[in-house]
């Protein structure tokens, strides 16, 4: 063995440990830039004053990988009337649907996400703020 060269065994252990250090840097970078900032975003939705929305269904959408929705707001008299969700590709967000109810009730999306079902319920509102913005740039 030359003079200042690890043993063979020991290198193949530097390298593996090199790898392993660049790997979980690179994983935990990727999941840092995956997660969306919810607290972020939901405070971003607009607060749309609905007596300037016209009558009319207007749908919105909304992506929030891996959720996509698309979103048909009913509004009569200034007021929500209804919300149908058109498409709503969520994984395991089913249970965020029901977040409609609460923003027909509230008059606002500006309304707390289902627990469990953050990521849905953030894209949902989203939509439905899409939608709104849509019918009152009439």
């Not at 063995?1 to 790898?19: D, F, N, Q, S, W």
């Not at 029901?98 to 606002?108: G, L």
């Not at 989203?126 to 740039?137: P, R, W």
Request: one cysteine or more; glycine letters at 8%; hydrophobic letters at 50%.
């Amino acid at each position: 063995m030359k003079e200042g060269m690890k043993p063979r065994g020991a290198r193949t252990l530097a390298r593996v440990a090199l790898i392993s250090a660049a790997l979980m840097a690179v994983l935990v970078a990727a999941a840092s830039c995956a997660t969306p900032d919810y607290g972020q975003r939901l405070a971003a939705l607009p607060a749309i004053e609905l007596s300037r929305v016209a009558d009319g269904t207007w749908e919105g959408s909304a992506f929030l990988l891996p959720v996509s929705v698309k979103a048909a707001v009913r509004v009569e008299g200034g007021r929500i009337a209804g919300i149908e969700l058109v498409r709503h590709f969520n994984g395991q967000g089913k249970p965020a649907e029901a977040i409609v109810d609460a923003v027909i009730a509230a008059q606002s999306v500006r309304v707390d996400a289902v627990a469990g079902a953050t990521h849905s319920s953030v894209a949902i509102l989203e939509a439905v703020a899409d939608a709104l913005s849509k019918g009152s740039a009439k």
